[in-house]
């Protein structure tokens, strides 16, 4: 019951404004009656059955064919799971769909959703938020905090109380092939700055945040959803690195904390067992070590970097017995509900430990206003996930986190009686920035790598504007990497000419470029209308660049 009761002060502490600690809210007496006694009478209403019930967050798609609708309607209305996570495409049917079935529930569902960079994340008619990285390099926190305070209040609109986010991961590794843009950074103190902001903009609105993905995601070269990743590093390094976000934000009252599925043999010394099934890692670290009271939600469960190794239900059993609280996306609920049951029928696991993880969950439907449940509108949905404030909000964003990584005071600011060329690298679309920039300056050229390299143009007569553009808008794990092409033309072309380099893409694509004979090198993070119009100004001198560069390069 200990759990229990500071998980309850972590949800009344949470939803103070940026500028307050959580400290400064006072938990009256009152609150802490009504939230305990709907608790208590919930969860004293329950048979065994739908106690551990509440333990499963099942994925529901409305995308899928009939089959797949009939099976999550039997899950929720027969076998009485605990919550579903929205994954695609059409947010109104899913909230059509969500209406129906939380009219059919005993206890309301927690309803989650992948929300990183906002409901676009899963649903393709809502506005899509800048990702982390570029959140990242912003110098005003509160930006991120706005950011996410949208995010939390388009969640809400649609039903969601739970958004999967954020990503705390200290992205060290350039070659990480999952998280890369999702983290703010390589600087662990900024991303816990950014983390903290985000994770307050979310609770202002009271949707719960998961800070994922324990105990630390960064340093990986393989995506857990097709391996299992292993990371060799010593705990003196985990304490210093990975696990500072964790254990900064535990002190912030974080509601939620997501395990990944990766091998730590510092912790775990079973090469088979992620942490999302380590009991050494989830109760002994993060429980015991590292004192953590909030709810514990495994990665996707159907995941191959614990998958591979275990079948689905044996899976569930084994997070749950590890010290998880909830199971997401469980493809094997009724198998793992009777490997729980029996577990806890003869005693393997304590009652006093299935109480622990359903009364915090109750709470947090509680903290949510699940308590008093209401429908959501369908009228104008659409509208209002697509409004006119937040995509100002986003155009303030991209303009904020553009950075200056150089300059040279004899080439910056772009000077209009100087002749420059353009030169576009990579396959993505560049066309607005060439029109805003050959409407600033009227003699600019486009040309290309063979135009250049036939000595036409003079460098003593011309200057360089190199644009590195990809697609970075339809994925987050779009590939950084530059053709040896673009990175051999940046390398060669920059010592014959006075050269600006403006980068459309993530900042890894700098690795492997001598930067040293770069005149001007500005950074925009994402190619997009935004960024194409934006940086314009900085070219000119108009605006000032503000943000800093959130990961380290050169290595």
């Avoid at 500072?244 to 395990?259: A, D, H, Q, T």
């Avoid at 990766?262 to 109760?283: G, R």
């Avoid at 040309?447 to 990809?470: A, C, M, N, P, R």
Wanted: hydrophobic fraction near 35%; charged fraction near 25%.
């Amino acid at each position: 019951m200990k759990n229990v009761i500071s998980l309850f002060c972590i949800f009344l502490l949470s939803g103070s404004s940026y500028s307050q600690k959580h400290a400064d809210k006072v938990i009256t007496i009152n609150e802490q009656k009504k939230a305990s006694a709907w608790v208590d009478s919930t969860y004293n209403s329950l048979t065994l059955d739908d106690k551990i019930a509440q333990l499963f967050i099942v994925a529901a798609y409305v995308n899928k064919d009939s089959k797949h609708i009939e099976e999550v309607t039997h899950l929720v209305e027969k076998e009485h799971i605990g919550g579903l996570i929205l994954m695609q495409d059409d947010i109104l049917k899913q909230v059509r769909w969500v209406n129906k079935l939380q009219n059919n529930v005993k206890v309301p569902l927690l309803i989650g959703v992948d929300g990183e960079w906002g409901l676009a994340q899963r649903f393709s008619e809502t506005i899509k938020f800048p990702w982390a990285m570029t959140l990242g390099a912003l110098t005003n926190d509160t930006l991120v905090y706005q950011v996410a305070t949208k995010i939390a209040k388009h969640c809400k609109r649609a039903g969601i109380n739970w958004d999967f986010a954020p990503v705390v991961d200290i992205n060290i590794n350039p070659n990480n092939p999952i998280i890369g843009n999702r983290s703010f950074g390589s600087d662990k103190y900024n991303v816990v700055r950014k983390a903290n902001a985000y994770i307050e903009g979310l609770q202002s609105q009271k949707i719960l945040s998961s800070a994922k993905h324990f105990p630390g995601h960064g340093d990986t070269d393989v995506d857990s959803h097709l391996g299992m990743p292993v990371l060799n590093h010593s705990r003196a390094r985990f304490d210093s690195l990975e696990l500072y976000p964790f254990r900064e934000l535990i002190k912030k009252n974080i509601e939620g904390i997501m395990v990944a599925h990766l091998n730590v043999p510092a912790y775990e010394k079973n090469k088979k067992i992620p942490a999302s099934l380590s009991y050494e890692i989830i109760t002994k670290l993060l429980k015991e070590r590292l004192g953590y009271k909030g709810m514990i939600i495994t990665d996707a469960l159907n995941m191959q970097g614990v998958a591979k190794n275990f079948p689905f239900g044996e899976m569930d059993y084994l997070a749950f017995k590890a010290g998880n609280d909830i199971l997401l996306f469980s493809q094997g609920v009724k198998t793992g509900k009777e490997k729980i049951k029996d577990a806890l029928v003869k005693g393997e696991i304590p009652m006093s430990r299935l109480e622990e993880s359903v009364k915090k969950i109750l709470f947090a439907k509680y903290h949510a206003g699940l308590c008093n449940y209401q429908p959501i509108s369908e009228t104008n949905l659409i509208k209002d996930l697509n409004d006119k404030e937040s995509e100002v909000l986003k155009e303030k964003v991209f303009t904020a986190a553009l950075t200056e990584l150089k300059t040279d005071k004899n080439h910056y600011p772009l000077n209009k009686k100087k002749k420059y060329l353009f030169l576009p690298l990579e396959d993505g679309d560049y066309h607005l920035f060439y029109r805003n920039l050959k409407e600033k300056y009227p003699i600019l050229q486009q040309v290309t790598l063979e135009q250049l390299s036939s000595g036409k143009y003079d460098s003593k007569e011309f200057e360089l504007i190199i644009g590195i553009f990809k697609d970075t808008e339809t994925t987050v794990y779009y590939s950084h990497k530059l053709s040896n092409v673009s990175k051999n033309a940046i390398n060669s072309l920059s010592k014959k000419y006075s050269t600006t380099l403006c980068n459309f893409i993530s900042p890894y694509s700098l690795n492997g470029i001598n930067l040293d004979h770069i005149k001007n090198i500005f950074l925009t993070y994402q190619n997009n209308n935004y960024t194409q119009t934006s940086i314009i100004n900085i070219l000119d001198g108009s605006l000032k660049a503000q943000g800093k560069i959130p990961i380290t390069i050169g290595k």
